[in-house]
């Protein structure tokens, strides 16, 4: 059982996933994968200075993120090449971490993705959880991270919450403390457990 844990940037994906790996699930970042793939001289960083030129690298050839982002959640088109050249080199990446958890044993996976949906990765998960938040309650939490100017394009860049919930099995309002959450993806766990309980 693969589970996709999806959700807006700053609903509380990844408090989420760290809730189900207390309880026993083999924890996937995806997004953290996808950075992997900016290693310097890597095949997707070659594609990324092609594509971007050097202004986004740092004085150590390192990618870097914040000036790439800057750059790309200002312009569509440029949104569109990044995710074209990440999106395969991460899956990939994914696809090799859940046949290691596989083949040790692991029962149930989370595979934490903003993505998940605009990726087209759905055919790797069993279950889509969606994870939202007011957006005032992830502005506060993400500043000074980001200025309003900043989040406004990064969360315009995602499906809105409303076309996600198409695509979800299970929607978890992260709108009150960590006891509430943890209340709700325990129940949620219990109930997955107790769907794929053998009957007879």
Known sequence: MIIGVTGNTGSGKSTVCLMLGKLGAAVVDADKLAHETYSPHSQTWQKLVASFGKSILTDTSEIN????GQLVFADPEALTTLNRIV????????????????????????LEATLLIE???????NNIWLVTTPA?????????????????????AQ????????????????????????????ALWQRLKTEEAPRG
């Open 119 to 125: 990726a087209g990765w759905l055919d790797l998960v």
């Open 65 to 68: 993120r914040r000036s790439l």
């Open 159 to 186: 499906l809105p919450v409303s076309e996600k919930m198409k695509y979800a099995d299970a929607v978890i309002h992260n709108d009150g403390d960590l006891a509430q959450l943890a209340a709700k993806v325990s």
């Open 136 to 156: 005032a309650i992830i502005r506060r939490r993400l500043h000074p991270r980001f200025s309003n100017e900043q989040l406004t394009m990064r969360l315009k």
């Open 87 to 110: 999106h395969p080199a991460a899956r990939k990446l994914a696809e090799e971490k859940i046949r290691h958890f596989q083949t040790h044993g692991a029962k149930v996976l989370a």
